[in-house]
Structures are given as C-alpha cells and as structure tokens.
T-cell receptor
Framework: SQQGEEDPQALSIQEGENATMNCSYK?????LQWYRQNSGRGLVHLIL?????REKHSGRLRVTLDTSKKSSSLLITASRAADTASYFC????????????FGTGTQLKVEL | GAVVSQHPSRVICKSGTSVKIECRSL??????MFWYRQFPKQSLMLMAT?????????EQGVEKDKFLINHASLTLSTLTVTSAHPEDSSFYIC????????????FGEGSRLTVL
C-alpha cells in the first residue's frame, strides 16, 4: 500500500524548543491521525483531525491539515526530553474501510 | 482510553516452528482488528484486516497461508506465523477499532518475534 511521507526523517532539538513534523499523503481522506511510538513499544494515539477540519489542538500539540495540498503538520511546543520518540501520521482513506496507512515517521530527539 | 493487550510481547523460536500472537480488546468489543508488521526504524505495514466471524482480508503481497489470522470472538484475534524463518523476524502490532465510528484505533504493545 502507498505510504505517506514525513519530513524530516529525524529531528534533534533542545528541550524547550518547538518541534514541527510534516506529513504528505496521496489519496482523499476521511481523517488523518498522529501517533507516537517509543522505541520497541506500541503506538499511542495523539490526535485525530477530520477532513473538514483545518486545525486542532490538544495540550502542547497542534495539528494542521491542508487537504488541497494533501499535507498535515504536527507541532509540539515547549518540548521535553520525554517527547523523544518516533511520530507517525496515518491516513484513513475515503472508502478504505477504516484501514490506516502510515507515513514513514519522524524520529524526534529532545536533548536536555 | 480503550485497552488492547497483545501477548506475548517477545518470543524467540527456531526455524520451522509456528508462533501464535494474541490480540485482545480488554474493555470493548472489536468487530475489526488490524495486524501490522514493522521492521526496525521503519513504518508500519498493514498485513491484514481481521473481521470477527469471517475470513481475514490480506494486503497484497502477504501470504495468507503463512500468516494465519483468526478472529473467533469480538475481543480476540490471533496471528499465527507458520513455519517461521529468520526473515519473519519482526515487530508485529495489532490494533482494534472501538465502536461508535470515531475512527480511532487502539494499538497493542506489539510482539517482537525473533526466529533463529
């Protein structure tokens, strides 16, 4: 299945800085979701944004969605060392039967 | 949030043996579960969609005779890797969709399979 692409592949920042990750996809979607994965662990759902929404906030997370450009961004503000993880976007394609297609992921490292 | 339990979390087996991985939704019923495979530092690749009471739907390129999926109840799906070989070594993750049509999936903690 086709995957979305995320950039950057890897991101290293200092604690307190903001981290921005971008995701591009190829099909029309019902929604787009962001997940976090700590090394060797399962995925944790962060936020879901529907195709008719443009921006969503949850705590220190801000997600935008531009369906015309088929892209989304995840902003983590005031990052902490505990935010170190891999972040994946996943799209629920229209007519896809709720199957999620995952992006390539961004490995975020937040240093003290 | 909803909890999905996956067992075992780690398994090491010899080539040629079969390994069964269980995925349970602990506090909700899941008519649909999904099985993913993840190689180190890579993304998740959907293997199959598991539907309660019916045959699984496999993604292109996934051998259904090698990766047997059974979804016998609304809270349990199993993935059996048959006649495992070293190239089957991977991280296998299941997810389940809660009812209500929210679209949110809940993931298990994953099972790391190492085939010697």
């Amino acid at each position: 299945s086709q995957q979305g692409e995320e950039d950057p592949q890897a991101l290293s920042i200092q604690e307190g800085e903001n981290a921005t990750m971008n995701c591009s996809y190829k099909t029309s979607i019902n929604n787009l979701q962001w997940y976090r994965q700590n090394s060797g662990r399962g995925l944790v759902h962060l936020i879901l944004i529907r195709s008719n929404e443009r921006e969503k906030h949850s705590g220190r997370l801000r997600v935008t969605l531009d369906t015309s450009k088929k892209s989304s961004s995840l902003l983590i503000t005031a990052s902490r060392a505990a935010d170190t993880a891999s972040y994946f976007c996943a799209t629920d394609a229209t007519g896809g039967g709720n199957k999620l297609t995952f992006g390539t992921g961004t490995q975020l490292k937040v240093e003290l | 949030g909803a909890v999905v339990s996956q067992h075992p979390s780690r398994v090491i087996c010899k080539s040629g043996t079969s390994v069964k991985i269980e995925c349970r939704s602990l506090d909700f019923q899941a008519t649909t579960m999904f099985w993913y495979r993840q190689f180190p530092k890579q993304s998740l690749m959907l293997m199959a969609t598991s539907n309660e009471g019916s045959k699984a739907t496999y993604e292109q390129g996934v051998e259904k005779d090698k990766f047997l999926i059974n979804h016998a109840s609304l809270t349990l799906s199993t993935l059996t890797v048959t006649s495992a070989h070293p190239e089957d070594s991977s991280f296998y993750i299941c997810s389940a969709m809660a009812g209500g049509g929210t679209g949110e999936l809940f993931f298990g903690e994953g099972s790391r399979l190492t085939v010697l």
